[in-house]
């Protein structure tokens, strides 16, 4: 495949992918900072060259997924693992930075969504948010069964996790210690412009049947997929970046986004204007969450995260000043010391053994999205209410 991109399925993966669219904190820091300087800006470790052997897992429709495990030299003393499902366009090499600083600290599997790197793509009609859902189920039953886990989605994959919720309430609950929605949304992107302004709503009415087409021609698709270098940054750069950032970053994506075929990007585009999981959150009241967003975020705005944190009381919400939809890849420096944060958090409610009917009982008296120290004021409070109650 080149390395530059489809001119049509660079511009419609974008919007469609938007439309589609993580021993004490203090340590735990101090580590992840360590690696981050190391690694952020060095080439040490080229951008999507970090790897594991693969596990294979198998879907309730015999589609394969790739899956990577990075286990521990000892096994995590809370049996926690933290689970990452990338976004649309994407692949589990956006989550490079992430990676990279949590190797070694806590055991981790990072996934291909159906239809995107390494993974199959699936049956005719099965590219959906729901379908997501199961087969992050799937993941999970096989290479994570037992244990605590937190799971962080990013734009498509935070709407799988919501998925995940809706399909078993239950087993979610039991099992779920925390949260990160990053630049995702609980519903509504039928209204998203992606930058566009009035042309957004084209975008929309138009979307389906020009992707049915390019889907139909796909020979036609790869003649067509050098475009000049020039284009590609503004392209990528526009929908994907709000500052300045590396070339090398820039290409990176735009090889992530070229590595989806049209056809895929034509299988789910209509999954996300009928995207709805806003009743699924309340299964994860009650977890520790995080809400993150970029506030420049073209494909996704941050008024999405600012909505989820509304109908999760006691969410920290965070919005990064001069971010794009791809915030992680970003800003890793800002976007780390959250996830970190809240693998603190969520180990020190797993150690204190508060059970999550608690914390929503007590997190609902705080209504309203929580920011920063506001957060930390009413997190701290609602603790010292749940011991009282307990004692």
Do not use: C
């Amino acid at each position: 495949m080149s390395n530059r991109t489809n001119l049509l399925s660079l511009g419609l993966g974008l919007a469609a992918a938007g439309a589609g669219a993580a021993v004490g904190v203090a340590a735990e820091r101090l580590t992840v900072g360590r690696t981050l300087d190391r690694h952020l800006g060095t080439g040490e470790v080229p951008l999507g060259s970090v790897r594991e052997l693969p596990v294979v897992v198998s879907t309730d429709d015999g589609v394969t997924l790739h899956v990577e495990v990075d286990e521990l030299d000892e096994p995590d003393p809370d049996g926690l693992t933290v689970v990452f499902s990338h976004g649309y366009g994407l692949n589990l090499d956006s989550w490079h930075f992430q990676r990279l600083a949590l190797r070694g600290q806590v055991r981790t599997v990072w996934w291909d969504q159906r239809g995107h790197g390494r993974s199959a793509r699936g049956p005719v009609g099965s590219a959906t948010i729901d379908q997501g859902g199961s087969d992050l189920a799937h993941v999970i039953e096989a290479t994570a069964p037992t244990g605590p886990l937190v799971l962080v989605g990013h734009s498509m994959g935070g709407m799988t996790v919501m998925a995940l919720a809706a399909r078993d309430a239950e087993t979610f609950a039991e099992r779920t210690a925390g949260v990160a929605f990053i630049a995702t949304s609980a519903g509504g992107l039928s209204q998203a412009s992606f930058g566009l302004d009035r042309l957004g709503a084209l975008v929309h009415k138009l979307g389906p049947g020009t992707l049915n087409l390019l889907a139909r021609r796909p020979a036609w698709v790869e003649r067509t997929r050098r475009i000049g270098s020039d284009l590609e940054e503004v392209m990528v750069k526009r929908w994907s970046y709000a500052s300045e950032v590396d070339g090398e970053l820039v290409d990176f994506t735009a090889r992530m986004i070229a590595g989806t075929k049209i056809e895929v990007i034509g299988d789910f585009f209509p999954a996300f204007a009928s995207h709805d999981k806003r009743e699924a959150l309340a299964a994860i009241r009650g977890r520790e969450v995080l809400v993150l967003a970029g506030d420049s975020d073209l494909m996704i705005p941050a008024e999405h995260s600012e909505e989820i944190a509304r109908l999760l009381p006691g969410a920290e919400l965070a919005i990064v000043k001069n971010a794009g939809h791809l915030v992680m890849l970003e800003h890793p420096d800002v976007v780390m010391p959250h996830l970190v944060a809240l693998l603190h958090r969520a180990r020190k409610s797993l150690r204190e053994g508060i059970h999550p009917a608690e914390r929503v009982a007590v997190e609902a008296e705080d209504a309203g999205p929580s920011r920063l120290q506001l957060n930390a004021v009413r997190r701290r409070r609602a603790l010292r209410r749940a011991r009282r109650a307990g004692a």
